[in-house]
Nanobody
Framework: QVQLVESGGGLVQPGGSLRLSCTASQSMSSIYRMAWYRQAPGKERELVASVTIGGITSYKQSSVKGRFTISRDNAKNTLSLQMNSLKPEDTGVYYC??????????WGQGTQVTVSS
């Protein structure tokens, strides 16, 4: 059972940057796809970006393209999300997610990101 722990959230002004990290409790070599989801207040959780074990990235939300960068370091068992030019609408709880090729899924507990002046 893999445990995922996020860190790096906080309060930032519009236009600022944050880097989220997600550390896995064991090797991520079996986790085919890792992703960041977010849930804004009063809204459903949505997929933000994903990356496969081979490094193929996908950005589900057009609003983050060019501003967010997802990456994974399999050697360090970490997933990252670099967020630049943050906007108030980026506010929410950000969750790390992993899924194995066999279908087993893992979620982190979430980290709060608040973009406000």
């Amino acid at each position: 059972q893999v445990q995922l722990v996020e860190s790096g959230g906080g309060l930032v002004q519009p236009g600022g940057s944050l880097r989220l990290s997600c550390t896995a409790s064991q090797s991520m070599s079996s986790i085919y796809r890792m992703a960041w989801y977010r849930q804004a207040p009063g809204k459903e959780r949505e997929l933000v970006a994903s990356v496969t074990i081979g490094g193929i990235t996908s950005y589900k939300q057009s609003s983050v393209k060019g501003r967010f960068t997802i990456s994974r370091d399999n050697a360090k068992n970490t997933l990252s999300l670099q967020m630049n030019s943050l906007k108030p609408e980026d506010t929410g709880v950000y969750y790390c997610h992993g899924v194995e090729a066999a279908g087993e899924e893992y979620w982190g507990q979430g980290t709060q990101v608040t973009v406000s002046s």
